[in-house]
Every structure is written in C-alpha cells, then in structure tokens.
C-alpha cells in the first residue's frame, strides 16, 4: 500500500508530520498461485503508499548534516550523495554506468503537481544533473487537492521515489505514472495501477517499475475462504512484465511480520504478508537501517530496519506456491512464497532528506522513510545494472539467489545477520545468517553486485 501520512494515504512509506522540526524525535513463474478457486471480480481493496517515515522540517531552507540531526532532532538524516557512498556506487559512475539509455517508471495514485519544480530544487542542492520527468495521467486524475490527505500522502510517495530514482540512476529516463484511485486494502485502484503498467510494458516503455505500494493478502475478497482469483486476477501487468523481460520491484511493507486490515490504522494481530510484494514474479524489497558519519562511511553494520515508526515488512504468502528459485532456502519458507527478496535504507532514524512544495503550508526539505524509500532506490540500482548489461534484466530473483551462493566480494550481496521485524504486537523473524525473513538476502554493495548481476 503506500506511504502515506499518519493514519491516512498510502501505506508503505512512514509518515509522521509534526509543528516544528524540533518536535520530533522467468515462464515458469508465470504461474505460482497457491490453491483456491477464482474469486469473482476484484471489488475493494486499499492501496495505500509505503512511504513510512515523514518528519516534518518546517521553515527548514537547507537539509542539515547528519550529526546535527542527531544533536536537534534525535535521527539520523541523510543525502542521496552519503547513499551513493555507502552502496559504493562511485565506481560505476566513474565508468561511465549512470542508467543512461534505461527507463524506470514509477506508479503512484494522483501524483504531484510539482515533482519537476521539487526534482530540480533537489538536483541544485545535491549536484545532480538534472532530468524531464515524463508524467503520464493515466485516466482522469482528479485535481490536486492539498485539503486531501491522500493526496498529500501520495504527493510525497511520488516526490520520495521520483527524487531517489534518479539520485541513484541520474541518467535513466524517469516516467511517473499518474492514477486516478487509491488503492483501499482489497481491490480499488489496484486495476488502474495494472492496466497502466501493462500498457507501458506492452508499448516497449519500461526496463524497470517501481511499486512503493501494497494491500494485505488477507484483504482481498475471498481470501479467508482460499479463493485468491481476486488477487490473481491483477497479475496481468507481471505477466507481460515477464514476457517482455522488465523487471518489477514492489515494497515489502512498513509493519513488520504484520499489516494493515481492512478499517482504517488496524492491524492484524497475526503474520500475515502483502501483494504485490508477495508475487514471485515482482521482486520484494525490505527495509535496513543505516548508520552512516556525514561523509556516508558506515559506522556500524547494516542491521533490519526496526525502529519506532515502523519495521520492514517481511514473511510468507498465503496466496502463492514457493517459486523455484527459492527452492534453496525452503527451510525458512516451507511450501509458500517468503518475502523480502533483498534490502535497502529504509529506517525513519536514517530517513531520507526530500525536497517537496506540493502542500502550500509545508514547503521545504522534510526526512522520509520506509520501503517505499528502499524501493526506488533499488530501482536506480537495476537501471544501472540494464545499463552495464547492454538490455533489460527482467526477473532479478533467480540471479539473485543464485549469486547469493557465492562470497560477497563477488556477488555483491551482503548479508544481514542483527535486527527482527516484530511490530504491532505480532512476532517478526530474526535477521540470521543467509536468508531470512527479516531482510531477505540481504543488502548489496554496488558496484559488486550490479557487475555481478549484469554478468559483466
């Protein structure tokens, strides 16, 4: 589902507003669904944005270093330039990888009507060139509405994933597309969402899609009876995504080994996990924390984003068959489908500075995090790997887990050991060596992992 601001929007990113900053503190793939019979057609389900950690830094003209973040406002803070450091992504640039000649597209209900003004406000501060984002209005998005607080959570699920996408690929082509339903746990917005992922995939105008969105399996219409057709009835986009050899990343959740229930702000007092993040054809994207000095060095080692807004979603499907290519690690999946694949910086204390002026009474630079912030960031990673590659890579997941095989210093894929994803009142998974339900493979280092990955 999305991020989104307290209580409201979308659901995978967290978003915590306050007065002042100071106040706060592969073919076979194609078929993976488990038993059930076809549920009639999707009815209503939520999507809601995986933005999870929204500090409000008012009056704020410039972003502040790290170490005054912890001294004034008790979090770490940091720049997409202290990112590209700590995934080591330096080289690539040096050689010429920046995701030039790729696209990445991005899916968000109602979009901003100021992403290019924010975008290029936040390139000056940074020094990133610049880019055209290419908005697509898919169908008829209503007008932006600051009163709306979905449209504000999703204003600045946009601005989070557009702004990371490119810092982390400066020179992929950015495409936002734009829809007119939020996604409500169950089914609407969700067939908006898809129909226009098909139709770009289909058109030739993806290498990469980006999903900082999500609904509850167990929300889905006919899910408590093992009916999962409304559910398996959305995978169409994945589908063409497949046969087309786009890659496809959603966000694994903000709540842990939990998530949100149908009525506004519950949640499940059991493991339950989410979709699209749950399709072995999507690759699921957990949560890490970051402790990075000013200059992006890592001070200690990444462990599972657990903090006290949110924890990285993670678990097992009740929907869908363990894939193939987790076949190696079915000791901690058992028969179904585990989630996250792999993790990226999502931690709230390790928020993301992003510049946004789409809400008239809250302009200026604001921390984000959350999935939803781990997920563009990644996909910059993936267009830099297409880029290197010379094509699309499409399904990451069987090269990921086959790489995982190998030592670090040649995947690229580090592995998270510290850190659980309880949340809610409901038991997580523990970070342990190798796969794990908390984190996944684990993180990457950059440059290792996208040469390894690109097989070059």
Not at 365 to 392: M, N
Request: proline letters at 6%.
């Amino acid at each position: 589902m999305g991020a989104f601001p307290v209580g409201h929007g979308p659901r995978h990113s967290t978003v915590v507003r306050t007065a002042a900053l100071l106040a706060a503190g592969a073919a076979a793939l194609t078929a993976g669904a488990g038993p059930g019979g076809t549920a009639a057609a999707p009815t209503a389900v939520h999507v809601r944005p995986a933005s999870a950690g929204h500090i409000s830094a008012l009056g704020l003209n410039t972003p502040m270093a790290t170490s005054a973040c912890v001294a004034k406002v008790g979090l770490h803070c940091y720049s997409p330039l202290q990112y590209r450091t700590a995934y080591h992504l330096d080289p690539l640039y040096r050689e010429g990888i920046t995701g030039k000649g790729r696209t990445i597209v991005i899916v968000d209900s109602f979009g901003s009507p100021t992403i290019q003004h924010d975008l290029e406000t936040f390139d000056r501060q940074w020094g990133i060139p610049d880019t055209k984002v290419e908005v697509v209005k898919w169908g008829k998005v209503p007008p932006f509405d600051p009163a709306n607080q979905d449209h504000l959570g999703w204003a600045g699920e946009s601005t989070l994933d557009v702004e990371y996408a490119h810092a982390i690929a400066p020179d992929a082509h950015i495409v936002l597309v734009e829809t007119p339903v939020a996604e409500t746990e169950g089914v609407t917005g969700l067939p908006e969402m898809m129909d226009a992922e098909k139709a770009l995939i289909d058109a030739g105008r993806a290498d990469v899609v980006s999903q900082s969105f999500g609904a509850t399996e167990n929300t889905f219409p006919g899910f408590d009876k093992g009916a999962f057709g409304s559910l398996t009835n959305l995978r169409y986009a994945f589908k063409a995504a497949a046969q087309h050899g786009v890659t496809v990343l959603a966000a694994s959740g903000d709540n842990g080994a939990t998530d949100s229930t149908e009525g506004p702000g519950g949640l499940y007092p059991h493991r339950v996990d989410s979709w699209p993040s749950s399709d072995p054809l999507v690759t699921s994207v957990g949560g890490t924390q970051l402790t990075l000095d000013d200059s992006g060095n890592r001070t200690a080692p990444d462990g599972v984003w657990h903090d006290k807004y949110g924890a990285s979603g993670g678990g097992i499907s009740g929907v869908f068959t363990r894939p193939w290519y987790q076949a190696g690690v079915s000791q901690v999946t058992g028969d179904h489908r585990g989630t996250p694949d792999i993790s990226m910086s999502a931690a709230v204390d390790g928020a993301a500075w992003t510049y946004e002026s789409y809400d008239p009474a809250h302009v200026g630079w604001h921390l984000t995090g959350g999935t939803s912030e781990a997920t563009p960031i990644f996909s910059g990673i993936v267009a830099l790997a297409d880029q290197l590659a010379g094509h699309r890579l499409g399904q990451l997941n069987w090269r990921m887990y086959g790489l995982s095989r190998l030592p670090a210093r040649q995947s690229g894929i580090v592995d998270v050991t510290s850190g659980n994803n309880s949340w809610g009142g409901v038991d997580g998974y523990q970070a342990v060596r190798g796969y794990d339900l908390a984190s996944g493979l684990g993180t990457i280092d950059g440059a290792r992992f996208v040469h390894a990955i690109a097989g070059r």
